[in-house]
């Protein structure tokens, strides 16, 4: 396949803006919890978040191991 490199290096350049988003709504629910004046709604909207996006991240893995 000829265009498997070119997919290899897309595939992954995805998975480390998927993986630095992960870190970032991580952050983001650790700086949360730090606020007393916390909205739960928020932590679950982050937390849903942060679920699907390593979700993402497992497809990803999964597609390079293909490639």
């Known amino acids: 396949m000829p265009y498997s490199g070119a997919m290899r290096a897309v595939l992954m350049i995805l998975l480390g803006l998927d993986m630095l988003a992960v870190v970032g709504v991580m952050l983001a629910g650790v700086l949360g919890m730090a606020n007393p004046?916390?909205?739960?709604?928020?932590?679950?909207?982050?937390?849903?978040?942060?679920?699907?996006?390593?979700?993402?991240a497992v497809a990803l893995v999964a597609a390079l191991m293909l490639t």
Do not use: D, H, K
């Open 37 to 56: 004046e916390r909205n739960p709604e928020t932590s679950n909207r982050l937390m849903r978040w942060r679920v699907g996006l390593q979700a993402v």
